[in-house]
């Protein structure tokens, strides 16, 4: 396999990381902790394992909405942008080796959610649960998920990196 490839192909480790530990946890909440019910607790209550579904969204948007509207706006529509980014991911070559594996980490944790939208009727499995002390009018952060810690971080890794990267642009042509 030729180099460039090989560096392009090679982030897509952390996909398959992030997908198996996703689903690896998902699994052993599934099995140890009953539904809508805490498992375990650390700090008091500042930090608990959870088991919770998300028929919906980021913060339960339009968890009630019916179950054809979810399956078309959460799942498919997910999968074609999904589908979109790698094909750019492949064609530009103006991304980092370091955006390139943020890329891939937030796929990685776009496909973890994506099994579950496809294959649990009750929606995405949520379980970690973090007091948040009122802070924004709440007391506990929105449960979530690895995939969820990976969309996020890597999402905000790579957001940094393209401000710094625009800004040593323009540092570079004064």
Same mark, same amino acid.
């Given at each position: 396999?030729?180099?460039? +490839?090989?560096?392009?192909? +090679?982030?897509?480790?952390?996909?398959?990381?992030?997908?198996? +530990?996703?689903?690896? !946890?998902?699994?052993?909440?599934?099995?140890?902790?009953?539904?809508? !019910?805490?498992? %375990? *607790?650390?700090?008091?209550?500042?930090?608990?394992? $959870? =088991?919770?579904?998300?028929?919906?969204?980021?913060?339960?948007?339009?968890?009630?909405? !019916?179950?054809?509207?979810?399956? &078309? +706006? %959460? @799942?498919?529509?997910? &999968?074609? $942008? #999904?589908?979109?980014?790698?094909?750019?991911?492949?064609?530009?070559?103006?991304? !980092?080796?370091?955006?390139?594996?943020?890329?891939?980490?937030? #796929?990685?944790?776009?496909?973890?959610?994506?099994? /579950?939208?496809?294959? =649990?009727? *009750?929606?995405?499995? /949520?379980?970690?649960?973090?007091?948040?002390?009122?802070?924004? @009018?709440? *007391?506990?952060?929105?449960?979530?998920?690895?995939? /969820?810690?990976? $969309?996020?971080?890597? @999402? #905000?890794?790579?957001?940094?990196?393209?401000?710094?990267?625009?800004?040593?642009?323009? /540092?570079?042509?004064?």
């Amino acid at each position: 396999m030729e180099k460039k +490839l090989r560096l392009r192909v +090679l982030p897509f480790s952390l996909t398959l990381i992030v997908i198996a +530990l996703d689903q690896l !946890s998902k699994l052993i909440v599934s099995q140890t902790v009953r539904p809508w !019910s805490v498992g %375990f *607790e650390l700090f008091g209550d500042f930090f608990r394992i $959870v =088991r919770v579904y998300n028929p919906g969204i980021a913060f339960s948007i339009g968890g009630s909405w !019916s179950h054809d509207v979810r399956g &078309l +706006l %959460f @799942g498919l529509v997910p &999968l074609a $942008v #999904i589908a979109i980014v790698v094909v750019v991911y492949f064609k530009t070559n103006e991304l !980092s080796n370091f955006q390139r594996w943020c890329v891939a980490g937030i #796929i990685g944790g776009g496909l973890g959610n994506l099994l /579950d939208r496809f294959f =649990r009727p *009750e929606g995405v499995l /949520d379980f970690l649960d973090v007091k948040f002390f009122g802070l924004f @009018g709440m *007391e506990r952060w929105p449960t979530f998920n690895v995939a /969820d810690s990976s $969309v996020v971080i890597c @999402g #905000i890794l790579l957001v940094v990196s393209l401000i710094l990267s625009v800004k040593n642009e323009k /540092d570079e042509g004064k």
